[in-house]
């Protein structure tokens, strides 16, 4: 039973770029969170997508945005990237509905110069 | 407002010692509490949660935590740590009510282990 996979494990981008990271969902769950996680800091939540839609967003720009698929999967884009963008992206994918707990990609790592 | 906080950035602990890190929570309703643990270089795998019930919740990997309201703390135990036990541990808050859907995580807490 494949967990959730993110693809790719690391990107090199420069400043003004865009940049799509993927995320396949594991095999049942429906809903699917991206984080991203600063050096040395915790994760911090993006956006949740379900049945295609985004349906909560933390406190980031809209330069950050996304799209999920028929099949459960999502892409997270990053538009005009800056080197604070700079961090591990985490993709969560769970049940919906409240008291689901969410399990975590190896995250893709993304470096902008 | 929501937040998680994990006081100790940095804990050292010998092999065979046992180990307490801190979680201490702010929410306004009873939480849905999770300890994670991340290895270098990969995501975040589940320890163990807490919604209900028992206040004193097991997890994999012989790691425990105890529930305390009065104290707003969620405390992370082990009785005997392992070398492997080495990463970066994450307490965070889960939602508890349909209409939000965040998960709120602390700033970690590394664990180093002393052989």
């Known amino acids: 039973d494949a967990g959730v996979t993110q693809s790719p494990t690391h990107l090199i981008k420069t400043r003004g770029q865009q940049v799509t990271l993927r995320c396949s969902p594991k095999?049942?769950?429906?809903?699917v969170s991206w984080y991203q996680q600063a050096l040395g800091q915790g994760p911090q939540f993006i956006f949740q997508?379900?049945?295609?839609?985004?349906?909560q967003r933390g406190n980031f720009p809209d330069r950050f945005s996304g799209h999920q698929f028929p099949n459960y999967s999502s892409e997270l884009n990053v538009n005009a990237l800056l080197l604070g963008d700079s961090a591990l992206y985490l993709c969560?994918?769970?049940?919906?509905?409240?008291?689901?707990?969410?399990?975590f990609g190896d995250g893709t790592r993304l470096s902008i110069l | 407002a929501q937040s998680v906080t994990q006081p100790d950035i940095h804990i050292t602990v010998s092999e065979g010692a046992s180990l307490e890190l801190r979680c201490n929570y702010s929410?306004?309703?009873?939480?849905?509490l999770f300890w994670y643990v991340q290895s270098p270089g990969q995501g975040l795998q589940l320890l163990l949660k807490y919604f209900s019930g028992d206040t004193l919740v097991q997890g994999i990997k012989g790691f425990e935590a105890e529930f305390k309201r009065s104290q707003s703390s969620f405390n992370l135990r082990k009785p005997s740590v392992h070398w492997s036990d080495a990463a970066e541990y994450f307490c965070a808050v889960g939602p508890t009510t349909s209409g939000t859907y965040k998960y709120i995580f602390g700033t970690g807490t590394r664990l180093k282990v002393l052989a």
């Open positions: 095999s049942g769950h429906d809903t």
């Open positions: 997508y379900y049945e295609e839609e985004e349906r």
């Open positions: 929410y306004g309703a009873t939480p849905y």
């Open positions: 969560a994918s769970s049940l919906s509905g409240v008291h689901q707990p969410q399990h």
